[in-house]
């Protein structure tokens, strides 16, 4: 797996997508495309579920949730559920004081080798390991 990579949370995918708010859809668009691009961003399984979740509860149409999935989603799927993910998640939720899935989505950033992840729903620029928490709405 390569080095500093970068990991973004699921509510910036949303955002991207969600017609909602103008300017944070603009941020999280640039920055997933900027990221895209540059060949280090990856995601998790549960960045899958959540967004696959929240497009069917926001009632997306199946048809445009299957082509983001497909062309922005899935290229970057690179980390999956294992034991010792689940175990460093339970460690950092011990440590850091997060909830469960935040820190599942931590120790997914960490088991990639991410450098940064970006994220609206964690501590703007907590450094946890290797790793940096960046709120892209700040």
């Known amino acids: 797996m390569k080095e500093d990579n970068v990991f973004i949370d699921t509510n910036i995918f949303i955002y991207s997508i969600d017609d909602l708010g103008e300017e944070k859809k603009g941020i999280a668009s640039e920055l997933i495309t900027e990221q ?8 998790s399984f549960q960045v899958v579920q959540e ?3 929240t497009c069917i509860r ?6 445009e949730t299957e082509k983001y999935l497909k062309s922005v989603i899935f290229p970057l799927w690179e ?6 993910l689940y175990l460093q998640a339970i460690r ?3 440590h850091y004081r997060y909830s469960f899935y935040d820190s599942l989505i931590i120790a ?3 088991e990639g080798n991410c ?3 970006y994220s ?14 960046i709120n892209p709405f700040k």
């Open 108 to 110: 997914a950033a960490l």
């Open 79 to 84: 980390i999956y559920p294992t034991r010792d």
């Open 36 to 43: 895209f691009l540059s060949g280090k961003l990856i995601v």
């Open 51 to 53: 967004f696959l979740n």
């Open 115 to 117: 450098k940064t992840l």
């Open 92 to 94: 950092t939720k011990e």
């Open 58 to 63: 926001k009632k997306v149409p199946d048809s």
């Open 120 to 133: 609206e729903d964690l501590q703007h620029n907590q450094k946890i390991e290797s790793l940096t928490i």
